[in-house]
């Protein structure tokens, strides 16, 4: 009689050896940092979300804390406004965003010398890293604010650290559909502190996707508040940089520009680089006088040497994923040095690019800065939140047609949105169901059980927002929306 063949384990116990058996290793959540941690290599992976357990560990380990946990009852409680918010509430968060607006700030380097240890840095830059964090978790506890997922890996903050040292001028780099979002002013203060000589420029990027009124209200908000701004386009300057033609397609293409407007030729060198195709779509946009107050990438290097009078000129750059940084680095350099992402965390290293030998451009890591959000919804719309990596489609969209005209949607993907039902308001905004529902059957997006596939439309229309195709933009404080 042969041998019985021994009995494979069950799922029960499979599962226990998995999670306590001697040979897992487990994996460690990049906020971590342990006492064995080698602090020679940079933990460079971004950190922006962490559940509540999650973040609790993280920041008693990173305090070195030690602890016990008793059997108590548990609750975790989550208050989130979703989709819409009613006027009482944003006057109520409004309020206690102002209120709290001190304690939205980024972490400070301590102060070090060169009798200073490399153990002792370390140590003193935790702990001004963990007393930030606290500050922010006086925010999160009140259940009327929404602060976006800041980053939480320290080494992601010690780049930025050393970007700013090492820069003459500081440069944030904004979207132009909501420049206050992406702005962080205690950042601006913080460059100051470490050298009141540094010289801060906000660079408002995608600017074309404004007019010269709305531009015109911004630089009026932004001179006013004692702020050096400057309106740029990296799309718009990329599309002068794909293509190099010879002289006699450049030539032609001189002779095209004068017949349609002899003024322009003076202007031609811009377009050095413009494809046929290209060069047809662009030329309305550079004789469009709404695109003149533009910088382009030579006016924009001039401007930047401009505020140092030193022969080598350091310009550092950081800003949020989707607002065009490594675009906008790519562009001064005339080819692709940094790697384009809408995920935080793609530059691991700040890189230094020398453009020429007067000037060197310092490209920081890519950042999420803590910045005050009305809900989850504000934030996917904005780009700071991945889309595809979104739970819930329905919020985000409802706000989408609160901001987007009916109209504007039926035109653009050619569908016909379900009308308001007899005894509602004829002039409500569309529902999120609405607009996806005509969306997804306008597409052929079918689930398998034979019904509009609602998400795989909303992550279609949601990019579109996000990349201009849907455009909306936010009004400078005391300026009117219907005015704006």
């Known amino acids: 009689m042969g041998r019985k063949k021994a009995k494979a384990p069950g799922l029960g116990q499979s599962l226990i050896n998995d999670r306590f058996g001697k040979k897992h290793t487990g994996h460690r959540h990049a906020a971590e940092l342990s006492a064995e941690h080698d602090a020679t290599q940079l933990n460079l992976q971004s950190v922006t979300e962490l559940s509540s357990l999650d973040d609790f560990l993280a920041t008693a380990q990173l305090a070195g804390t030690e602890f016990t946990a008793e059997r108590l009852n548990v609750h975790f409680v989550t208050n989130e406004t979703k989709g819409i918010i009613s006027e009482e509430q944003k006057e109520r968060i409004d309020a206690a965003q102002t209120e709290f607006q001190h304690l939205l700030g980024i972490p400070r380097r301590p102060p070090w010398t060169q009798e200073t240890t490399k153990e002792e840095l370390e140590k003193s830059e935790t702990e001004s890293f963990l007393s930030w964090r606290k500050k922010l978790a006086v925010i999160q506890d009140n259940d009327d604010l929404i602060i976006t997922p800041y980053e939480k890996n320290l080494d992601f903050w010690r780049q930025l650290w050393r970007v700013i040292e090492r820069s003459d001028v500081f440069v944030q780099i904004v979207d132009a559909r909501d420049p206050l979002l992406f702005r962080c002013i205690d950042m601006e203060t913080y460059v100051k502190e470490v050298d009141p000589s540094k010289q801060n420029v906000l660079l408002v990027n995608k600017a074309d996707l404004l007019s010269s009124q709305q531009r015109s209200a911004w630089r009026s908000y932004f001179e006013k508040a004692g702020v050096s701004v400057v309106f740029w386009s990296a799309v718009l300057e990329n599309e002068k940089l794909d293509d190099t033609y010879d002289c006699a397609q450049l030539e032609a ?232």
């Open 253 to 484: 293409f001189k002779h095209t520009v004068e017949k349609l407007n002899p003024a322009l030729a003076s202007m031609f060198v811009q377009l050095f680089a413009v494809g046929l195709d290209k060069f047809r779509t662009l030329v309305p946009k550079i004789m469009d006088p709404h695109y003149r107050d533009l910088y382009d990438r030579e006016k924009l290097i001039a401007f930047f040497k401009s505020l140092v009078d030193k022969p080598n000129k350091v310009v550092g750059m950081v800003g949020y994923p989707n607002v065009g940084k490594s675009s906008t680095v790519n562009t001064l350099m005339g080819v692709k040095k940094t790697a384009v992402s809408a995920t935080p965390g793609r530059t691991k290293h700040f890189q230094t690019l020398h453009i020429d030998n007067e000037l060197c451009l310092c490209d920081c890591p890519g950042l999420v800065f803590p910045s005050f959000v009305s809900n989850k919804a504000e934030m996917v719309l904005s780009g700071i939140l991945p889309i595809d990596q979104m739970r819930d489609h329905v919020a985000p969209v409802n706000l989408l047609g609160r901001r987007i005209p009916r109209k504007v949607v039926e035109v653009t993907y050619g569908v016909n949105i379900q009308k308001p039902k007899e005894g509602e308001d004829p002039n409500r905004s569309p529902t999120a169901s609405e607009i996806l529902s005509a969306h997804a059957l306008s597409r052929g997006f079918m689930t398998t059980h034979g019904q509009p596939d609602d998400s795989r439309s909303a992550r279609v229309i949601l990019k579109d927002y996000v990349n201009g195709k849907l455009l909306c933009s936010v009004a400078p404080p005391g300026v009117d929306d219907a005015e704006y």
